[in-house]
């Protein structure tokens, strides 16, 4: 029986990096195992980790012989970075250039990096449909992703593009789930307008990224996007009527009124949504739950998520 081949996880202890370990780890037959990277491998998430068996290994984003080290006698790494831990987009695109120096250096064969629209694409700095932020950007944790995809590209590093969606977890660890209102009813507010949605259960995107290194060189140099549904606010809200047995209404709010909210990158995330209602057919097309259902074919509905996961929603 041959060596199996190692794939280095960048935020082994995390939504995607957990995710993806976790698929590794459940499918034996794969022909791959997993090197788990985290800045804290004493941390009881990575303990837990190692005590099924994972091989743990200490490393740093902003340190890139710590990187190089946990690269080297890999064959394939999942890169991504977290702009939620510092907002920083500038840090951000650093990250990716230190993991994409690292993954040279070490001859990872193949890369997967999580990454997002540049979406300065479509709405450059002067268009003022939507403000600027922090000077240099509209959506900042979409576009230094985008924009950090040349440090991949321009280091030759074999890499395919992942492509996510929105996290039907948001539901429960970004306070996205339905609130009572002052009549007491539920609402669900997205300022999505009737556009649709595309949205993925977080531990999908691990299965999908297996999926991508398990077709070998298939899907080197490309970008893949992956859903597990396209959805309006208005069906998403239909389907949690039926799985809570009460009315929840959809509440259309706008970019505005989301990035007037006060919270720490509630501006950030009403451009986002702006960017998604306003080029909807761009956001959607990539990502296709056809593509992710060919990678993961235990790919989750939304309906499938909510039945698994309604009594971790706090509704408030």
């Known amino acids: 029986m041959s060596e ?28 791959f195992t997993a090197r788990a990277l985290t800045r804290n491998a004493s941390s009881e998430k990575a303990k837990a980790l190692a005590k099924l068996g994972v091989e743990v ?18 064959d394939a790494a999942f890169c991504l970075t977290n702009f939620w831990e510092h907002c920083s987009p500038e840090k951000e695109k650093l990250q990716a250039k230190t993991m994409a120096e690292a993954a040279e250096q070490s001859g990872i064969r ?52 992942l492509l996510t969606s929105f996290y039907w977890d948001n539901l429960i660890s970004f306070g996205m789930g339905p609130k009572k209102g002052s009549d007491g009813s539920l609402q669900f507010a997205l300022p999505m ?20 290194f398990k077709k070998g060189r298939e899907h080197i140099g490309r970008t893949v996007g992956i859903a597990g549904e396209h959805l309006t606010g208005a069906q998403m809200a239909a389907t949690m009527t039926e799985v809570f047995g009460q009315p929840v209404r959809y509440h259309a709010v706008t970019p505005e009124q989301y990035r007037g909210l006060g ?20 956001f959607c097309g990539p990502r296709n739950p056809s593509i992710a259902r060919n990678l993961n074919p235990s790919l989750q509905t939304f309906r499938t998520w909510l039945d698994r996961n309604k009594q971790r929603i706090v509704i408030s």
């Open 193 to 212: 307008g009737d556009k649709k949605l595309p949205g993925i259960a977080a531990e999908d995107i691990g299965k999908c990224a297996l999926g991508i």
């Open 263 to 282: 919270f720490p990158g509630a501006d950030d995330l009403g451009n986002m949504f702006q960017f998604k209602r306003d080029f909807n057919e761009v």
């Open 110 to 161: 193949h890369a997967i990096w999580s990454t997002l629209e540049d979406t300065r694409r479509w709405v450059p700095l002067f268009d003022d449909r939507m403000p600027t932020l922090m000077g240099r950007y509209k959506v900042p944790h979409f576009d230094a992703k985008g924009e950090a995809d040349q440090e991949f590209t321009n280091r030759g590093v074999p890499t395919t593009f």
């Open 4 to 31: 199996k081949k190692i794939i280095a996880v960048v935020g082994a202890t995390g939504a995607q990096g957990g995710g993806l370990v976790r698929a590794i780890m459940n499918d034996p037959g794969s022909g």
């Open 57 to 74: 290994v200490a490393a740093d984003l902003d340190d890139l012989e710590s990187l190089r080290r946990a690269f080297t006698g890999a």
